[in-house]
């Protein structure tokens, strides 16, 4: 950022005038625009977390209150200056001089409008904490997309945050200011971030967003043959029909992305229409973390939002980043003055070891909440198991309620949350965990009950936690460590510590759980059998398993698929003086939004005949979506739905917490008025009672009408 943003702003942080100029005000200058505004507070931005604040006491001197800090530091310090600045209330009911604030009893709930950078907007004073519609309301006033509000007297903030579809929700509860933040950011990643600000600002010279740049490692940058390893690893690892030849490998600044190249004739003008549309796309950090992603999302954009995953798991506490600063600045002075100033060094002390744990645990609440999220209506406990590293992971959660359990997906956005509490977790003397473990009991009318466990490989990692050597390797150079396990340290040269174990097939992105062992001899079964499809369909290789469906060029990993449809249709055609023909389709697609243009994978057969044959390879493709995709799909949308949002199925059908809205045909029922959904011809049929025509009907064609009966009948439930 070049230029600097002066805001006139009142004791609660609500701008009341704002401009851009080219170098730093003066304290002159910053009073006389205090001054312009009636106000006594000034702030001067110069890029993110480089805040300076002037105030005038009571008597009207300006003074610079705190220099180069952080929003957070910002805010507390307004609010401190104003509470020493106001004069005792009036008990006797006399009249009041000098500046006229309003009183409020002591220990008052204050609720703030923020911007993710955590500059405040406005202010209101509360006796209790808000309620989720006063918090949307505030939020909306100031157009903010995020309400903190907390004791005056305490340290404990509950934050509010609205998602990319306009609700709100809360976001953390009953966490400290740090906390807070760290919450905010990820939430404003995962449902705000787009891509880099222009310049390193965004609209009205405000500073840009604390995750646009990412530090460089201290071991430096990852070299491109690095890369391009890593990546012909994920290929041949996932058996992906994409070529493990002739990659090439383009810097950006998260880190490299890695593509087969397309040649096209450039004397062809109709040569671009053979150009792959969707083709997968490596991107790798330079820690060694390989995401996947389809050449349909713009290369910049796919690129910055990396590159902000990045910088959101490595960023450096705001207690450091203002130390870093303040350390810079006195170096830089030092320079200036030819060494007049006698400083030879400036060393900055690590954070003592509780400071560095308490920072970890606190993710840990954040983490089950977004977890119990997941659950099924209902739960009473759920298991999480995290076998991390950084180039590879393995995520398995379990719900439970009473005898009954089902498995969910961990969704990307989550383990972003977890790669960022193991990065604190690097900070301790232990070095980042390589298992994290919860337990998170619930029942009515109490309190959650969280239990956690590091997991420094003590023992063995049961096999399904257990990723290949090369993941450990690629850790331990991010993470060097003074002790690793015997077992391991076998595990990691290539050998055996235990039988004959080898590392699971897929060690990169999340992975569904298997059944928890219950004793360790079960180790030496035979696993249970995966099932895999690995065949030719016109010249093409198909292939599918529990976690990847590759057809083709095109490949989506099952954890990532958000739509699913297969269809069966035969026909017959009757032509004059010609004898009817037959002829059957079968169709299987899988996908991810927007449903126009957004990766899939589409996988079609056909016969002719009257009396063709079903192909084994759509009902295996079938049955592998009902058993590994469709509750995972399922159990996303009643969650959603429960908890206050909209869902889109069936291309058009809108479900929420009120009932379904269409707009070809245009109804919409509350949910008393709506009969179990039913399947006939290919068509979803939904029905009002005693009504014998069905108000809509959905082919079976479009995205998740398959899952319509028992999402209609889980919320019906």
Not at 272 to 295: A, I, N, Q, T
Not at 615 to 641: G, H, I, K, M, S
């Amino acid at each position: 950022m070049t230029g600097y943003v002066m805001a006139a702003t009142d004791a609660g942080g609500e701008r009341l005038g704002e401009r851009t100029v080219s170098t730093a005000p003066t304290l002159g200058e910053a009073a006389a625009y205090g001054t312009s505004y009636r106000t006594n507070y000034v702030s001067v931005r110069h890029g993110h977390d480089d805040i300076t604040l002037y105030g005038a006491d009571a008597t009207g001197t300006w003074s610079v209150l705190v220099a180069h800090a952080p929003a957070v530091v910002v805010v507390e310090t307004r609010r401190r200056h104003d509470a020493l600045g106001r004069p005792e209330p009036a008990w006797d009911d006399g009249p009041q001089v000098g500046y006229e604030y309003a009183t409020a009893p002591d220990h008052d709930c204050v609720w703030t409008a923020i911007d993710v950078n955590g500059a405040p907007f406005g202010e209101r004073v509360g006796s209790t904490l808000p309620t989720l519609a006063e918090a949307a309301e505030l939020g909306d006033l100031h157009e903010a997309d995020y309400v903190v509000a907390g004791r005056d007297d305490g340290g404990v903030v509950t934050l509010y945050g609205r998602d990319a579809g306009g609700s709100w929700s809360v976001i953390a509860a009953d966490v400290d200011v740090e906390t807070a933040e760290e919450v905010c950011l990820w939430f404003d990643l995962t449902q705000h971030y787009r891509g880099r600000s222009s310049v390193g600002t965004a609209p009205s010279g405000r500073a840009g967003h604390p995750l646009d740049h990412v530090s460089t490692p201290e071991g430096g940058r990852m070299a491109p043959q690095r890369a391009v390893s890593l990546v012909v690893e994920r290929i041949r690892t996932r058996q992906l029909d994409y070529p493990t030849q002739g990659l090439a490998a383009d810097r950006f600044e998260g880190g490299w992305s890695v593509y087969a190249p397309v040649e096209v004739d450039e004397s062809d003008p109709m040569a671009f229409l053979d150009m792959p549309v969707g083709r997968s796309v490596f991107l790798v950090s330079d820690f060694g973390r390989v995401k996947e992603v389809s050449s349909a999302i713009p290369p910049r954009q796919a690129e910055e939002m990396f590159t902000a995953e990045e910088a959101y798991v490595r960023r450096r506490s705001a207690e450091e980043r203002f130390m870093d600063g303040l350390r810079d600045e006195v170096m830089r002075l030092d320079s200036a003055s030819e060494g007049s100033a006698g400083i030879s060094s400036f060393t900055i002390d690590s954070p003592a070891e509780e400071v560095v744990a308490a920072r970890a645990s606190r993710l840990l609440g954040p983490i089950a909440q977004q977890l119990a999220l997941l659950g099924p209506p209902g739960w009473d406990r759920f298991t999480a198991a995290f076998s991390f590293t950084v180039s590879g992971e393995v995520a398995q959660v379990r719900f439970w309620c009473g005898n009954r359990s089902t498995d969910v997906r961990v969704p990307e956005q989550t383990a972003v949350l977890v790669r960022r509490q193991r990065h604190l977790a690097a900070g301790m003397p232990a070095g980042p965990w390589w298992r994290l473990l919860l337990t998170v009991s619930h029942s009515a009318g109490t309190d959650a009950r969280i239990t956690t466990e590091y997991d420094y490989g003590d023992r063995p990692f049961p096999d399904d936690h257990l990723l290949a050597p090369e993941r450990y390797r690629d850790d331990l150079a991010a993470y060097p460590r003074a002790h690793t396990p015997a077992w391991l340290s076998a595990h990691i040269a290539g050998e055996a510590s235990s039988g004959n174990r080898t590392a699971p097939r897929t060690t990169g992105g999340t992975t569904r759980p298997s059944e928890p062992r219950q004793d360790r001899t079960v180790r030496s079964a035979q696993p249970r059998p995966v099932p895999i499809l690995d065949t030719q369909v016109r010249r093409k290789r198909l292939y599918a398993d529990p976690q990847l469906i590759s057809f083709g060029k095109h490949s989506l990993a099952l954890d990532q698929v958000e739509w699913v449809s297969y269809t069966a249709t035969h026909t017959a055609t009757k032509r004059f003086l010609y004898p009817t023909t037959h002829d059957s389709r079968w169709d299987f697609v899988v996908g991810r939004y927007p449903y126009y243009g957004g990766p899939r994978v589409h996988v079609h057969f056909y016969q002719a005949g009257r009396r063709a044959e079903q192909p084994e390879e759509w009902a295996f493709l079938v049955n592998l979506a009902r058993q590994y995709l469709e509750p995972r799909l399922l159990t996303d949308l009643v969650a959603r739905v429960r908890r206050g949002e909209t869902v889109t199925v069936g291309g058009s059908v809108q479900v929420s917490q009120g009932g379904i809205e269409c707009a070809k045909p245009r109804l919409s029922l509350p949910w008393t008025s709506i009969s179990a959904p039913q399947l006939h011809n290919g068509l979803i049929h939904v029905f009002q009672p005693g009504v014998g025509k069905p108000v809509l009907t959905v082919p079976l064609s479009h995205p998740n009408a398959m899952l319509i009966p028992d999402l209609f009948a889980a919320l019906t439930s």
